[in-house]
């Protein structure tokens, strides 16, 4: 039986990354990072693709709860979309820090775009505010800074959860 | 694949489902269930993270401290000076008040203050606040900041925690008097400005006119400051559409209040609202709505 933990501290991470982001970075107007895809983005790098397929559609269906004003069931169609991409792509993110930054960048803007097109196509005209230019450009970087710095103790503590059990 | 097909189809009822239903009791009860778990983790976190950040606040400002509290002095002085008028004006408000028979806010109504502590999408809309059902805080409860300016209503609770939609980013409008004249306050989702629109005009409004709430808005008490005019604005026939600024910063707010509005039956309060209700003419008598859904 294959083991359930990096399953459990990747959604435990999801939920510690929605509640830092809810609480630290909204004190940070410059600073804001969507620690939930990246969660998503950086599991991809050590959990099989099923699986993280799961992952992605848990983390998104709980940011979308967590948010009165999302219709429910974007983020989770979103994220599952993004770690789907990122499940084919992952192999492009093995040659180092500044490559997984890149990479989940990347990610992370496809993840800002579908939140804002699949948002408008089912009635959230607010994804579409003064904000939107500006999520565009820093949430993927900011992603693509925390990637670099978090993918290798990310991918170590999912690595040593699997052996563990 | 199979199963990215499956749960890409999973996401999309989901979506439909909740779009359909427009946030009835299912998917209702399924963000307050989650809201109950979340919120007290987000409690928690703000506890700790607030004087982190506090602290991380005051160190990146120290250079600019002594410009600030120069500024401050000279803001002092000039507060001052207007707190003397103020004081004049707000006697003659009350002897008009008095005359007419009028309470702009009722001190028995419920009031109850509340810490903003999350905000889950940083470019979202919504916040969510540490008081819920447990301390009265109901759907459509209007919330004010601090200084007494509207900011939004209760959207979603949950027994300790509630989330709260600032009125620029509800699509339902809120019912106004400006300069004598009742009209539909009405936001533009995504954008932080709102727009006065009054279809029954007599005079042109003035850039810096107040806004206030209503006697006719259901879901405000009336006289609550909402903003200001920021344009002179002339008639178009017997209609107006002017730019309004909301007072209250709701991007920044660290505690809101909640007021227990309609107040319950019975009580003096909604004896109030039903007598001034009827002083106003020309109005449909409530709240407007711009657009379906939400």
């Known amino acids: ?165 | 694949m199979p199963t990215f097909v499956t749960l890409v189809v999973a996401a999309f009822l989901l979506m439909t489902v909740d779009v359909r239903l427009a946030g009835g009791s299912v998917t209702s009860n399924i963000r307050s269930a989650a809201l109950s778990v979340l919120a007290p983790l987000q409690n928690l976190a703000a506890i700790v993270v607030d004087p982190v950040a506090d602290l991380g606040e005051a160190l990146t400002g120290l250079a600019t401290l002594r410009a600030e509290n120069q500024a401050l002095l000279a803001e002092v002085a000039r507060l001052q000076a207007e707190q003397a008028g103020a004081q004049d004006l707000q006697a003659r408000v009350e002897v008009l008040e008095q005359i007419n028979d009028l309470e702009i806010l009722d001190p028995d109504v419920a009031q109850t203050p509340a810490n903003v502590i999350g905000r889950p999408d940083p470019f979202g809309p919504t916040f969510v606040i540490d008081k819920g059902t447990d301390d009265g805080v109901a759907v459509g409860h209007p919330v004010v900041d601090p200084n007494g300016y509207v900011v939004g209503k209760v959207v979603e609770t949950a027994p300790g925690f509630a989330i709260v939609i600032p009125i620029t980013q509800d699509r339902e409008a809120v019912t106004v008097l400006v300069d004598g004249q009742v009209g539909s306050l009405v936001s533009h989702v995504g954008s932080d400005e709102l727009t006065l629109e009054v279809f029954d005009a007599i005079e042109a409004l003035q850039a810096g006119d107040l806004v206030v709430t209503s006697s006719v808005s259901v879901t405000f008490p009336q006289g609550l400051p909402v903003g200001e005019v920021t344009a002179d604005v002339d008639l178009e026939g017997t209609a107006i559409s002017a730019p309004v600024r909301l007072f209250a910063q709701t991007d920044t707010l660290r505690i809101v209040v909640v007021i227990t509005w309609p107040p319950e039956p019975g009580t003096p309060e909604s004896a109030v609202e039903t007598t001034t209700t009827a002083v106003i003419p020309g109005t449909s008598g409530g709240d407007t709505t711009t657009t379906g859904g939400g």
């Open chain 1, 1 to 165: 039986m294959r083991s359930s933990r990096p399953v459990l501290i990747t959604l435990g991470l999801a939920v510690f990354g929605l509640i830092l982001q809810a609480t630290l970075f909204r004190r940070f107007t410059w600073l804001v990072p969507d620690l939930v895809v990246l969660v998503v983005i950086l599991a991809t790098l050590s959990l099989r693709a099923e699986v993280a397929l799961v992952i992605g559609f848990l983390a998104g269906a709980l940011f979308d709860v967590s948010l009165a004003s999302s219709v429910l069931g974007l983020r989770a169609l979103v994220y599952t979309v993004v770690a789907y991409l990122a499940v084919r792509t992952r192999q492009r993110a093995d040659s180092g820090p500044l490559a997984v930054g890149i990479w989940a960048g990347l990610l992370s803007l496809v993840s800002v775009a579908l939140v804002v097109v699949v948002g408008v196509l089912f009635g959230q005209s607010a994804e579409l505010g003064d904000a939107m230019l500006r999520r565009f450009i820093e949430v993927p970087i900011t992603n693509a800074v925390c990637a670099a710095l978090l993918a290798i103790p990310v991918t170590r503590l999912l690595q040593s959860g699997g052996r563990r059990a």
